[in-house]
């Protein structure tokens, strides 16, 4: 099921990265903002290769630009996906995994571990919602 985006005049949800500095690929999908804050929060760990540019987490994001791609400066073309922790919803849907561990959806490299509202709130600050 693809996730719809806002009805016009509907308020866009506003991230913590500014959108200058996501990249291509980016999720697709709702642009409202939340309507409460998550439990726990998508974190992606130092193990991401940004799967080669074609990342298999970013399509089963259904929030707009959550997950984004990050060049790498230092070793171009590489880079890796990261998410914006004001726009995660905490759905979990970029990590989901099939039967007994085989692969079916999400990362593939397991990459992206749910962290606790709190915790990730201990790094970026306080977050509203």
Do not use: N
């Not at 991230?15 to 709702?30: H, T, Y």
């Amino acid at each position: 099921m693809q996730a719809m985006p806002a009805a016009p005049g509907a308020p866009k949800a506003v991230g913590m990265v500014a959108d200058e500095l996501k990249f291509e690929p980016k999720s697709k999908g709702l642009t409202t903002p939340r309507k409460k804050k998550p439990k726990e929060l998508a974190v992606i760990t130092e193990c991401c290769t940004g799967c080669a540019g074609s990342p298999a987490c970013v399509e089963y994001c259904p929030v707009e630009d959550c997950m984004f791609w990050v060049p790498d400066e230092d070793h171009p073309p590489f880079g890796r996906i990261q998410v914006d922790p004001i726009l995660c919803i905490g759905c979990k849907k970029c990590v989901s995994k099939g039967p007994d561990g085989c692969f079916l959806d999400g990362c593939p490299w397991d990459a992206i571990v749910m962290v606790d509202t709190a915790e990730v709130e201990k790094e970026v600050g306080a977050m509203t919602i």
